[in-house]
């Protein structure tokens, strides 16, 4: 019956509002919000020399709150609701559409807890490198990086792309996305690692299955973050952009590609309108890059021993099957979907929230 179901749902997500009853609570949340709202309602606020930061977290605690307050207010009223109209099949069908909203709501807010590293509110890069095996690697790279502007556009981020390399006959060699918004390297950053594509090849005119690989790199832009470099560690390269950039493309050497020396860590960008721009994000992205490198170096020394997850060719994170079945599985969580056209036009959050709480 219906209303055995949306009692067992109900039931189902209860803890979940527990654990965020009892974060809202130990995280005294409620005293922070009221004690900013105070704070930014002083007639002098706009002096203050951190007006940014502070108006910055309360909106994010009042967006919080919000939250806080639907689930725990809906989970109650739905509880009553159900007991109310346990006889009124029409009415109990309006309660199961609130309920799956509430569903929705609560995971949405363990999202948010999940993503507590200072960094996931942070923009971040997202490099795309096909794997040896040519053309069909390079289609793979292309699949992939179709799949993460999707998921951008599902998930309200904003997504450019600052630089491709086009494959010898198809696809890509290798691309550079950045991407802005709320918790933008909290959401992506489960995607690093390397990931495996198996299908019967649309280049293989025996129609023979292939395995093609991928590798995935995110890194979080740390803008507040003071990186030194020495001018002379840098190789500074130009050329000509490769794909569609505007009018200078193929005319002009505005494509930058940098190289530090002492990492041999390698940036370029070539999709700016002028030299001096991509030169620019070239160097956020290296100073990113170095960054994250010095703090995993750091993380090393603290936490010897501990797993790492690099990029490694014999490391799959992930596997996508499109012959002779249908599957994407996630080997870390082992978390798996026969919907591999979705999963390939951007429904990731499921494996991302399978990683977060692993």
Partial sequence: MLIDELKER?????????????YWR??????????????????EFWKHQRQADISRELQRLKEQREQYQYI????????????LFSDDESELRKVETELTA???????????????????????????????????????????????VRFCERVKL?????????????????????????????LLKSEQGVHRLVRISPYDASKRRHTSFAAVS??????????TINPDDLRIDTYRSSGAGGQHVNVTDSAVRITHIPSGIVVQCQNERSQMQNKETA?????????????????????????????????????YVLHPYKMVKDHRT???SPLTDTVLDGDLMPFIEAYLVS
């Fill in 218 to 227: 995110v890194t979080p832009e740390m803008p507040d973050v003071e990186v």
């Fill in 334 to 336: 082992d978390h798996e």
């Fill in 10 to 22: 109900l039931k189902q997500i209860q803890p979940d509002i527990e654990t965020i009853e009892n």
């Fill in 26 to 43: 130990n995280a005294k949340s409620e005293e922070r919000f009221q004690e900013l709202e105070a704070e930014t309602q002083q007639e």
């Fill in 158 to 186: 904003k997504v450019s792309i600052i630089d491709d390399q086009p494959g010898d006959e198809a696809g890509i060699k290798s691309a550079t996305l950045f991407v802005r918004g709320d918790n933008a390297y909290g």
């Fill in 72 to 83: 725990v207010s809906a989970a109650k009223e739905l509880d009553e609701l159900i007991d």
């Fill in 283 to 319: 160097m956020r992205m290296l100073r990113a890059k170095l960054a994250q490198k010095a703090e995993e170096e750091r993380e090393a020394e603290l936490r010897a021993g501990n797993e790492k997850r690099k990029i490694e060719w014999g490391s799959q994170i992930r596997s």
């Fill in 102 to 148: 509430l569903v929705r709501a609560v995971a949405a807010f363990k999202i948010a807890l999940l993503l507590s590293d200072p960094r996931s509110d942070t923009n971040c890069f997202v490099s795309i490198n096909a794997g040896a095996g040519g053309t069909e690697s390079q289609d793979w790279a292309e699949m992939l990086l179709r799949m993460y």
